[in-house]
C-alpha cells in the first residue's frame, strides 16, 4: 500500500542544537501532519499542514517549532533550538481528504534524542 | 477542543475469545471515528472507522458501535489471534475541524495462544 517514508529514524543531538525532521509523504496526498508520541502511548498532535500553510496547530508546537515542504519536495520539522522535553518520537502522516474524510498514512517515526 | 478517553491502558485475552476496547469522546460535533493499530517499533495503520450517520460497523473480524447520545464509541475484535496484539488507537475528528485527529491513549492488545 502507500508508504510514508521519515528520515532519519533515529537522531541524538545535544540540547540546543537545531535538528530537522524529514518525511516524504504519499505522492498524490494534500494533507501532513506531524504527530509527538512519547513512552510509546499518547498520540499527541502538532500540526497540519495544507496548501502550502499551517492550517491548525496544537499548544505543543511551541515557537521554536516550523513545518515546510518547498516545492512538493520532503515535509520537514524543524526544531530550533532543541530542549530536553522535545525527546520522543516523531511521526509523519498524509491524507488526501482531511481527518472528516478518510485515512492518515503514517511513516515508522523519528526518534529523537536530545542530551 | 476535542477530548478522546480511551478505556482500557492494557488487556489480555486469548486466542479465540473476543476483545473489546472502549472509549469516549467530548465533542458533539465530531463525525468521523477511526481506529489505528500500532506494532513494536512502527507507525500507525489504520485498521476500520465509522461514521455519524450509522451505529454499527463491521469488516471482516472487527466491528464498531457507535452511541452518539453517550459519545461513546468500541471496537470489537471476535477470534482474536495471535498477531491481534498490538496497540490499539481509537480517534475522532471533530467536525469543526478537517485538520486534526485526536488520538486516545491506546490500549496494549495482547492475545495469548
Known amino acids: 500500500g502507500p508508504k510514508v517514508l521519515q528520515i532519519p529514524s533515529h537522531q541524538i543531538i545535544d540540547m540546543g542544537q537545531m535538528v530537522t525532521l524529514n518525511c516524504d509523504p504519499v505522492?498524490?496526498?494534500?494533507?501532513f501532519y506531524w504527530y509527538k508520541q512519547i513512552l510509546g502511548q499518547q498520540m499527541e498532535f502538532l500540526v497540519n499542514f495544507y496548501n502550502g500553510k499551517v492550517m491548525e496547530k496544537s499548544k505543543l508546537f511551541k515557537d521554536q517549532f516550523s513545518v515546510e515542504r518547498p516545492d512538493g519536495s520532503y515535509f520537514t520539522l524543524k526544531i530550533q533550538p532543541t530542549a530536553l522535553e522535545d525527546s520522543a518520537v516523531y511521526f509523519c502522516a498524509s491524507s488526501l481528504w482531511g481527518t472528516n474524510t478518510g485515512q492518515l498514512y503514517f511513516g515508522e517515526g523519528s526518534k529523537l534524542t536530545v542530551l | 477542543g476535542e477530548k478522546v478517553e480511551q478505556h482500557e491502558s492494557t488487556l489480555s485475552v486469548r486466542e479465540g475469545d473476543s476483545a473489546v476496547i472502549n472509549c469516549t469522546y467530548t465533542d458533539t460535533a465530531s463525525s468521523y471515528f477511526p481506529w489505528y493499530k500500532q506494532e513494536a517499533g512502527k507507525g500507525l495503520h489504520f485498521v476500520i472507522d465509522i461514521r455519524s450517520n450509522v451505529d454499527r460497523k463491521q469488516s471482516q473480524r472487527l466491528i464498531v458501535l457507535l452511541d452518539k447520545k453517550a459519545k461513546r464509541f468500541s471496537l470489537h475484535i471476535t477470534a482474536t489471534q495471535p498477531e491481534d496484539s498490538a496497540i490499539y488507537f481509537c480517534?475522532?475528528?471533530?467536525?469543526?475541524?478537517?485538520?486534526?485527529?485526536?488520538f486516545g491513549k491506546g490500549t496494549l492488545l495482547t492475545v495469548t495462544p
Open positions: 480517534a475522532a475528528s471533530s467536525g469543526g475541524s478537517n485538520y486534526k485527529l485526536t
Open positions: 505522492s498524490n496526498h494534500l494533507y
